[in-house]
DNA sequence: CTTATTCCCTGATTGC
DNA sequence: TGCAATCAGGGAATAA
């Protein structure tokens, strides 16, 4: 599940290898028409045949390949959806959903298991990601704001953590992780936080979304870099899938529950309600 | 405005 | 052993 480590792990990847180049052809595969959002499959790839790659950019999950003519081609992985450089080709995987070539001979391939990936060609941004929360690793990460949208909300932190106009960028893996960190039960009402506790929960996040770039990204299952490589933070988590495993602080057995429909796990010796 | 639920999708896992 | 039901999960859409 590509988070905000593992989503900034693939821009800094694909910084050398596309800035600079130009789309020389595009496909998308008939068994993937909801890929393409706001245009048909056609559309998206004619207006992407010609256009240079000026940067690569990121807000929240979402990859944002900026293209001349002020346009801009976003991507959203979404579960299990891969975007790798390949110099001879895209791989024969069954679960190839698009290709995009180069005007240096290479690749960029787009594979999705799952089908829930998107991606969106605008000229304005915002279409797609004005209602995104600050970047927990910018200076827009404020802690007053922050406690302030906790104080709005009686559902469970742990929900609040995974809404995108909270916060963005932050998933399951490290919602988890974050609420571990600052000793909070992920099932506490949001607006029952106090100011202390917001302060360690935002201090929290930071660090280990940071922890996490600096590994790479977590591979528990589907996610590879640009490379095809795996990252290295799932072998550091101290509770995201470690149920019924001793906690590495006080030894309590690791609970998992579901919070918000989404599984949930924490330590019940360091994390209080 | 908030909150809870459903949906998309397919491979892995669980149940009978 | 075999097949069906359930689960996983980001986030949009929908309902309340």
Redesign the pocket.
């Known amino acids: ?3 905000l480590p593992e989503v900034e792990t693939i821009r800094r990847d694909l910084v050398p290898l596309l800035r600079g180049r130009t789309v020389r052809d595009a496909w998308i595969s008939p ?1 993937a ?2 890929l393409a959002q706001l245009m048909t499959p056609e559309a998206f790839c004619r207006g992407l045949r010609g256009r240079r790659i000026e940067d690569v950019g990121r807000r ?3 990859l944002l390949i900026h293209l001349d003519g002020g346009l801009t081609w976003i991507v ?1 992985l ?3 959806g891969r975007l790798q450089h390949a110099r001879e080709g895209c791989p024969d995987d ?2 190839l959903r698009a290709k995009f070539k180069l005007d240096d001979g290479g690749w960029l391939c787009f594979i999705d ?4 990936g ?1 991606m969106w060609l605008v000229d304005d941004v915002d279409l ?1 990601t004005g ?1 995104l929360g600050p970047e927990p690793l910018d200076e827009t990460f404020d802690v007053a704001a922050f406690h302030g ?1 906790l104080k ?5 932190i742990k ?2 953590l ?4 909270v916060l ?6 490290y ?1 988890d992780e974050s609420l571990f960190r600052a000793g909070i039960d992920p099932r506490r ?3 029952r936080i106090s100011r202390p506790a917001a302060g360690r929960l935002h201090e929290a996040i930071v660090e280990v979304l940071l922890e996490a770039v600096g590994d790479r990204g977590s591979s528990f ?1 589907d996610y590879v870099d640009a490379r095809g490589e795996a990252g290295y933070y799932h072998l550091k988590v101290r509770v ?2 470690r149920t019924d495993e001793p906690c590495l602080v006080c030894g309590t057995a690791i609970r ?1 529950v ?1 919070v ?5 796990h924490f330590c019940p010796g360091c994390q209080k309600r």
């Open positions: 599940m590509p988070e068994n028409p909801r929240g999950k979402y959203h979404r579960m299990t069954r679960h298991m799952r089908k829930f998107t797609v209602k949208s709005r909300r009686s559902t469970a929900a609040v995974l809404d995108q106009t963005a960028g932050v998933g399951n893996i919602a009402a949001a607006n299952q995201f899938r998992r579901k918000g429909g989404r599984s949930t």
